[in-house]
């Protein structure tokens, strides 16, 4: 299990089972960090992102929320705010403080759970509540609960995504990835062979980036629904190391080369895909010094989110007639 204590950091899940969906809440162990972002998909439900540009007055975070819903989950993010403000964590401004929390989120109102199930405020403070820095779940949990993945031939042929997580430490640096998958696209292992998604009548894997790119459909996709809308993989990748925000903004675009390699097709019309880069509030580097002293960190977060990835979907757990790699029953013989 990772240790999230160097990072200075904890993960707290709320998780409706029985809705199909879920939240996910990254914060501070004591206090804030500091963090940036980068959008990959075209097809983004986010709250607050300006905050995480490098010229934003604001200069740290208190939380970050990954929730389901769609844009109704979003909400959330209130009860974050409130448990952040009963402890008064946040941006100062005279009176009182105002939390920072930026947020994204996957589309799982369909196929699986009620449509009508989104998280709510009380959710999102579950969440920060249970935050833990170790022995944090993975699988189909909090924002993973709902989540689906290779659906080139429709929700019908998919599998289940899930939350997963990935710790690379060398001598050059420490990153950790934190990754919800819920992709449009299959995801593959390091070999470059499908793990998870779009399947046959049979259950074998039908490769949808060749069924997008016009190669030649199984006769089941004819009659299988257009490739299912309302996708997204959101992730965060941690540095030990204080970063300035550029720094961290270059990093969480290096790490979509992870997304690229490991989930095809990736960034789409139909996905929403955002990561996120934090690292402690500390002596903060300078990049306009050394460029090349990012590179290593660069390199890490993008070993740590591929396997980040990987993990999502090997913890997940099918449900309502959609098998996930973790099922007993998976593969089938």
Known sequence: MIDLTPWGLAVGHSTDAAGATGCTVVRGIDGPFRASAALLGRASGTRELPTLDPEHLVDRVDAILLTGGSAYGLGAATGVMRWMEERERGYPVGPGVVPIVPGAVVFDLAPLGRFDARPSPQMGYDACHSATSSDVAEGSVGVGTGTTVGKA??????????????????????????????????????????????????????????????????????????????????????????????????????????????????????????????????????????????????????????????????????????????DESWPPR
Do not use: W, Y
């Open 153 to 326: 031939a429709g929700f019908d042929h998919g599998m289940k995504g899930g939350f997963g997580m990935a710790e690379v430490s060398t001598e050059v640096g420490r990153v950790v990835a934190m990754t919800v998958v819920n992709a449009l696209g299959d995801v593959r292992d390091a070999q470059g062979a499908i793990l998870a998604g779009a399947r046959g009548q049979g259950d074998e894997f039908v490769d949808g980036e060749h069924l997008l790119g016009g190669g030649p459909s199984p006769s089941f996709v004819q009659v299988a629904s257009a490739p299912a809308p309302g996708n997204t993989t959101l992730s965060v990748v941690a540095t030990t190391a204080p970063l300035a925000r550029v720094e961290l903004q270059q990093l969480a675009r290096a790490a979509c080369a992870a997304l690229h390699r490991r989930i095809t097709p990736t960034g789409t019309t139909f996905d929403g895909d955002v990561i996120f880069a934090i690292s402690p509030i500390g002596e903060q580097g300078d990049l306009r010094g050394d460029p090349a002293a990012l590179l290593p960190l660069e390199t890490l977060a993008v070993r740590a989110l591929e396997q980040a990835i990987e993990r999502a979907v090997r913890t997940a757990r099918g449900r309502d007639g959609v098998p996930g790699l973790a």
